[in-house]
């Protein structure tokens, strides 16, 4: 008995060396409920959204169809979520929403991304006055409140929905750079990097090839981070009107346009609000979690 328990000790401690980095995160995910809790979550509030369209035509509902003699209606069978103040239905509105302010959230971290890694790349590998170079933009534009700067930028151009995910995407990509540089000036100098450069492997290859896939697990959890930041700077925008403008939906503009109602209409201000602290709340514990599993450290 003592033998077969060494056996598959043995074996276990063989199984655990033989799993690749990738592998052994994948596991360690699967065995993290939070995090696989907070993803079934936001594939829900996703699928939700995408299928709007769909759920619209069932319920026979319009987002934007008004019927003032039904305005500030409390929830109801025919209204689940009751009714604003223009007696559209809130629960078609809130999934139309979704559309937007994920969409908002996506196309933000790409471009943050984008930016981010593509400098944090060139500053950590070429080094010297490239590396000066992008800390000095780096710290330049850090330095500058964003909120100001997104406020007065919205006002200037009047963004739509794609617009003003580009505009939070250009000025929300230093610490992606930071992290992604801090990475690269390691990798880069390790020995499989300088071999490759013995053989002639040029700059753009060895980039692509050898650097770029040791930064993808810090830009997978960077990016989680982002989308729910670019959710909540909409939502603060909004809050302030110059984000998404009506008519289009937003989760952002769903709730500021609420608080008016708060008292007299209190689902106004509880169904965006709760789309807008799960889908946040959901994204952050997935990177957290993304990040734990990623992390040679976290045993």
Not at 21 to 27: E, G, L, N, P, S
Not at 59 to 73: C, G, I, T, V, W
């Amino acid at each position: 008995m003592i033998s077969t328990a060494l056996d598959e000790t043995g074996q276990d401690i063989l199984d655990e060396i033989s799993l690749s980095h990738w592998q052994r995160a994948v596991r360690q995910v699967r065995r993290d409920r939070v995090t696989l809790v907070a993803g079934a979550i936001l594939l829900v509030v996703a699928l939700l959204s995408i299928s709007a369209p769909l759920i619209g035509s069932v319920m026979k509902l319009d987002p934007e169809a008004q019927d003032l003699l039904s305005r500030l209606d409390p929830p109801s069978p025919r209204h689940l979520l009751g009714t604003d103040d223009l007696g559209r239905d809130i629960l078609i509105r809130l999934l139309y929403a979704g559309q937007v302010s994920l969409l908002i959230g996506v196309l933000a971290t790409a471009t943050s991304l984008t930016i981010g890694v593509s400098l944090g790349l060139l500053a950590g590998f070429y080094r010297a006055i490239v590396d000066d170079a992008v800390n000095a933009l780096i710290q330049t534009t850090v330095n500058i409140p964003l909120l100001f700067l997104l406020i007065l930028l919205a006002v200037i151009f009047d963004p739509g929905v794609v617009g003003l995910a580009v505009i939070i995407g250009l000025f929300s990509w230093q610490g992606t750079a930071r992290q992604v540089r801090a990475l690269v000036l390691s990798v880069s100098q390790r020995d499989y990097v300088d071999a490759a450069r013995a053989l002639g492997a040029a700059d753009l290859h060895l980039i692509v090839r050898h650097v770029l896939p040791n930064v993808v697990s810090i830009v997978l959890v960077v990016a989680g981070f982002d989308v729910a930041g670019a959710i909540l700077a909409e939502s603060g925008l909004s809050a302030l009107g110059l984000g998404v403008q009506p008519p289009t939906a937003s989760w952002g503009n769903m709730l500021s346009k609420s608080f008016d109602y708060a008292l007299k209409a209190p689902w106004l201000v509880v169904s965006p609000g709760v789309m807008i602290f799960l889908t946040v709340l959901s994204v952050f514990l997935i990177a957290d979690g993304l990040r734990d599993a990623l992390d040679p450290r976290v045993s």
